[in-house]
C-alpha cells in the first residue's frame, strides 16, 4: 500500500488536507482517486491508514484512521554512514541505496579529494536536499524511521560525531589484504560506523586519522570500486552483518 510520510503531530484521527508538493504526488505522480486507501506514518514509529475523500484542483482530504503504534519510538541507528560528498546525481542514487540497506544516520563529509565542496548556506540547502531524498526513499522501502543526516562536516568532525560506536570501518583500497569479513565479530554489534571516501578516495593522511579515532581500515575486493558502488557494497555487507538481511 502506498506511504506518505507527515509530521508526527499530523497523525491525528480525522479528516485531513493536502496540498502542496504531497498534494502534486498523490494525486499527479501516483493518480489516487476517491475511495483509495493509503498509509500515513510520522518516522518515528506510528502510522494510521487512511482513504481519499474529495480531490480538488490544488488540494484534496483524506479520511486518516486511528494512529497505531509499529515501533516503540525513535531508537539509535544501528547503521550510520559516513559519506564524502559526490558529484551530480550519483549522490542522490547512492542515498537512496543507502535507506533502502538500512542505514539510520548519514553524514555527509567533505574529504581532502572531494569534488564537490559546499560551505554556508550551498551547504545548508544540499542537506535539505539529501533530506528530501531520504525522505522519499523511507516512502518507498517501508522503512518505519527516518534516517538522520547531519550537516555537512568535516573529517574531524564526523570522526567525533561517531566516537561512541562498538564497531568502525573505514573502506580504504589500500587495505585490500583486510577483508571485512575477518573483522566482523561472532554476534552482530549494536552499532557499526562506516566510512567511504569521495571519487579520488581518502588520502593517506585521512585514513591514518580515522585509524587513530579506532577505525578499522578494511577492503571490498581486489577491485576499485567507484564511491557509491563502495558505500552501497559496504553498506550490504553491515546490514548482513546486523542481522538486517
Excluded: N
Excluded at 52 to 64: N, Q, Y
Excluded at 137 to 153: E, H, K, N
Excluded at 168 to 175: C, I, N, P, S
Amino acid at each position: 500500500m502506498l506511504r506518505l510520510l507527515v509530521a508526527p503531530p499530523e497523525l491525528v484521527a480525522g479528516e485531513r488536507a493536502v496540498r502542496g508538493e504531497d498534494y502534486h504526488y498523490l494525486f499527479h505522480v501516483r493518480r489516487l482517486r476517491p475511495g483509495d486507501r493509503l498509509v500515513l506514518f510520522d518516522g518515528e514509529g506510528c502510522e494510521a491508514e487512511a482513504r481519499v475523500g474529495a480531490i480538488g484542483a490544488r488540494s484534496a482530504t483524506l479520511e486518516v484512521g486511528a494512529r497505531t503504534l509499529v515501533a516503540s519510538g525513535r531508537t539509535e541507528p544501528r547503521l550510520t554512514v559516513i559519506l564524502s560528498l559526490i558529484k551530480g546525481e550519483r549522490m542522490d542514487h547512492c542515498l537512496t541505496k543507502l535507506v533502502e540497506l538500512g542505514a539510520g544516520r548519514i553524514v555527509p563529509l567533505v574529504a581532502e579529494r572531494s569534488v564537490v565542496r559546499l560551505e554556508g548556506e550551498r551547504a545548508e540547502r544540499r542537506r535539505e536536499r539529501f533530506r528530501a531524498q531520504v525522505r522519499a526513499a523511507v516512502q518507498q522501502c517501508r522503512a518505519v524511521q527516518v534516517p538522520l543526516v547531519d550537516s555537512i562536516c568535516s573529517l574531524d568532525q564526523a570522526l567525533a560525531l561517531t566516537a561512541g560506536a562498538e564497531l568502525k570501518l573505514v573502506f580504504w583500497e589500500g587495505a585490500k589484504a583486510v577483508p571485512v569479513r575477518s573483522v566482523l565479530p561472532e554476534r552482530p554489534p549494536a552499532g557499526v560506523v562506516m566510512l567511504v571516501g569521495p571519487e579520488g578516495g581518502l588520502s593517506a593522511d585521512e585514513v591514518d586519522a580515522a585509524i587513530a579515532a579506532g577505525f578499522l581500515a578494511v577492503g571490498l575486493g581486489p577491485r576499485i570500486l567507484r564511491a557509491d558502488t563502495a558505500a552501497i557494497a559496504g553498506a550490504a555487507i553491515l546490514a548482513y552483518a546486523l542481522g538486517d538481511i
